[in-house]
């Protein structure tokens, strides 16, 4: 294990791309560096296990194949280089396929979660300008509220319409991988924000090195290692690390496609040996909720846990440590950023419990006050990336939008941070006002707007609230229009009209109906007031004796 302080010192870009990349930043392609260059020896690429238990391995040269095929397909639907392709589906050999042969047009990747409705689609589909969007027989019909869609390809496609293996069949062709630059991009995200909807940023080629890094220092891979991020590809934890780090550094990955619960993902741990293990903290308390149904049949089997989309409970700590002989670590990132704040598994530093770990080689972090002036330690703040110092560190703002995201040579995160004496971090809270929820981050803005979509609403108002199982559960006040009148039935029907819209996790789960919304002179809401009483309730509760 390589020491935290010496690989700091010793960090070069110039080392770090040769090393990561084949080739250097002017000559690049995403599907070359995760898969062709890996291809020729039969080395294995994914490992897809659906959930009746069937288990199907695909080699590079597999893959190397299909997507190659499946590149002219797209190219005869006129894609090209930079332009986008989007994908609705469930974690599959044809995604990766899919992923893989936009790749190799030099063409952008879109990620659609398979549990986004019509709405959330619609609007990621009209930013993004896509020209085919690619989903399965469960997906489709999604699309057909979806106005303006572009060309669809199905796997299982309804009668007359363009199927996914039947066009793959039919391409006998090979198309060539097409050279980009670093700069170029290659993935389009969509990140949530809570003064709009949500918001588009591009992903340069040059972030795989960053990945790597990721995957190398943090999750440790090793080539012995059986891989399992649980995260799904439709976000972006999951597209960059369960999808473009493992296979750019030619190691195999898993898929699951199933829902998740206690059984499935012990079942698949012991039946796929896994070693390496990357998730959420909420799925991870799920299975500790479980207790020895968990752990009893794969205690022994992982080597590593790494744990990541929001702050690790110290109590999944112990219980990883207690019940499975495991180490559990915390990881920090956002969409934006990549991972870039860890407690590495493999470089030796301290680790402190409610530490969010120490900034990534190739990252700089800091914690500002308002006025963006660099704090010392033990004084809370805004964590920063100092972008001059960062050569890892790839964002460049939201596509076509303007943003307050960056102060001078610093990008702020909007996350309120620490710093501890030994250079460590640790998370305080949130400073803004989007959701995590069960590991997702959920934009108010999107679900207020789907709310209001229903006759009954007039206004609407979106918080977190606090919850121990979930972090946060969505909870939303709403003025009634003339006519209604509050119900548990209405309730309801609120909580299924946004369900359908947007998607599963993006519920509320608490509604309150209320005469008026706090607001501002000026009129913007006030969300902050909202989740303070609910804070304040909270606290009010726990303090009250039981025999009250």
Aim: net charge negative; proline share 6%; hydrophobic share 40%.
């Amino acid at each position: 294990m390589r020491d935290y302080a010496e690989a700091i010192r010793g960090f070069d870009l110039g080392q770090a791309a040769s090393s990561a990349l084949h080739g250097n930043f002017d000559s690049l392609n995403a599907c070359v560096e995760c898969c062709d260059r890996h291809a020729g020896q039969g080395a294995l690429a994914l490992i897809h296990e659906d959930r009746d238990g069937n288990t199907t391995r695909y080699t590079f040269d597999q893959l190397k194949t299909q997507a190659g095929r499946f590149a002219t397909v797209l190219k005869a639907q006129g894609v090209g280089p930079g332009d986008r392709v989007a994908g609705l589906m469930p974690r599959t050999a044809e995604l990766l396929v899919t992923i893989l042969a936009t790749w190799r047009l030099g063409a952008v990747y879109q990620p659609l979660f398979t549990a986004f409705g019509p709405k959330a689609i619609e609007h990621r589909l009209q930013q993004s300008g896509a020209r085919v969007v690619v989903t399965d027989q469960t997906n489709r019909a999604k699309l057909d509220d979806v106005d303006q869609c572009p060309t669809i390809i199905t796997v299982k496609a309804r009668s007359a319409e363009l199927d996914f293996h039947q066009c793959l069949e039919a391409a006998y062709e090979q198309c060539e991988p097409v050279m980009r630059s670093g700069d170029d991009p290659f993935l389009l995200m969509f990140t949530s924000g809570t003064t709009g909807p949500a918001k588009p940023l591009e992903v340069p080629l040059r972030a795989i090195v960053a990945f790597q890094g990721y995957m190398r220092d943090a999750v440790e891979l090793l080539p012995d290692d059986n891989f399992w991020n649980l995260a799904d590809p439709g976000w972006a934890y999951g597209l960059y690390y369960a999808v473009t780090g493992p296979l750019s550094l030619g190691h195999a990955t898993t898929f699951y496609d199933g829902p998740f619960s206690v059984e499935s993902c012990a079942r698949v741990i012991d039946k796929l040996n896994i070693t390496n293990l990357a998730g959420s903290p909420t799925a991870y308390r799920l299975l500790i909720a479980a207790g020895s149904a968990f752990s009893a049949p794969i205690k022994g089997r992982l080597r590593v846990v790494s744990s990541a989309g929001e702050p690790l409970n110290p109590e999944v700590i112990r219980w990883f440590r207690d019940e499975l002989g495991v180490t559990i670590h915390d990881h920090y990132g956002q969409t934006e950023l990549g991972m870039v704040l860890c407690n590495h598994h493999g470089l030796q530093h301290p680790v402190h419990l409610g530490s969010a770990g120490f900034a990534i080689p190739g990252h700089r972090i800091v914690v500002l006050d308002e006025q963006g002036c660099e704090l010392p330690a033990g004084q809370p703040g805004i964590l920063a990336v100092d972008r001059e110092q960062s050569p890892l560190c790839w964002f460049g703002g939201y596509h076509g939008l303007p943003t307050k995201a960056f102060k001078g040579k610093y990008y702020l995160s909007g996350d309120t941070v620490e710093l501890n004496p030994d250079g460590s971090i640790s998370f305080v809270g949130r400073s803004d006002d989007v959701i995590t929820t069960s590991g997702y981050r959920v934009g108010p803005f999107d679900v207020e707007s789907a709310l209001i979509e229903h006759p009954a609403v007039i206004e609407a108002a979106v918080i977190g609230k606090p919850d121990p199982e979930r972090t946060e559960l969505i909870k939303a006040f709403v003025i009634l229009a003339s006519g209604y009148e509050p119900s548990l039935g209405l309730e309801e029907t609120l909580r299924q009209h946004v369900r359908q819209r947007l998607y599963a996790h993006a519920y509320p789960r608490e509604i309150e109906f209320v005469s008026e919304l706090p607001k501002t002179p000026s009129g913007k809401l006030q969300r902050f007031i909202l989740r303070n009483q609910e804070v304040a309730k909270n606290i009010a509760q726990q303090a009250t004796p039981a025999s009250a």
